[in-house]
């Protein structure tokens, strides 16, 4: 399952200076003047399973350029993989005429649409999220090669998380975290069983306080 979207104009604005790195006394010095280099879109598709990313930059967001984009992932995604489903936004570029023609010829990729306003809910939103903290909010010279560094690196960091082995000391945070919520589940079956407890105990009173009271008989 791939999530699929486009993070639309991006702009590499190259520093006339470069960035001067804080000094003790001194902050970031960052130049205020910059050269535009025209705007870039990103389309991404991130993989839920792995991490992976599949990424490609374009000038234009068209049915031509995501068109390109789907032979991206036909190429890079093995032969041996016979559904693919991908997830996206309701965006007019995602259901035009042309790209239904080459889903018709390309069965294996299924198309599934979010609800509408609700593109928020795409898991590749988050990636988009981290990549636009730690990399683009920061002041630096790129371009368009920029961005297959930044997704080369990103694929790095994923294959390199899968293979490093956990830690003692992470193995101890996942049995804390395990025995925590071991203890939040027996509270609240605790909490349950008083809660029900409580409710019975409530009926059977105002069951008995309904109850019209008896005549006492006087001999």
Known sequence: MLCVDEKTRLQPRTRLAPTLPAQPGLPVRVEHEYERKGALNLFAASDTRTGKVYGQCHERKRQVEFIQFLEHLNREISAHVTLIHLVMDNLHVHKGKQVLAWLEKHPRFKFHFTPVHCSWMNQVEQWFGILQRKRFGKPFNWTRRSFDKVLAKAEQQTLEAAAEPSSPQTQNVSEEVAR??????????????????????????????????????VA
């Open 180 to 217: 925590k919520r071991i203890q939040e589940q027996s509270q609240a079956s605790k909490l349950s069983a008083w809660s029900k407890k409580f409710i019975e105990d409530l009926i059977i009173e105002r069951e008995y306080n309904s109850k019209p009271a008896k005549k006492e008989t």
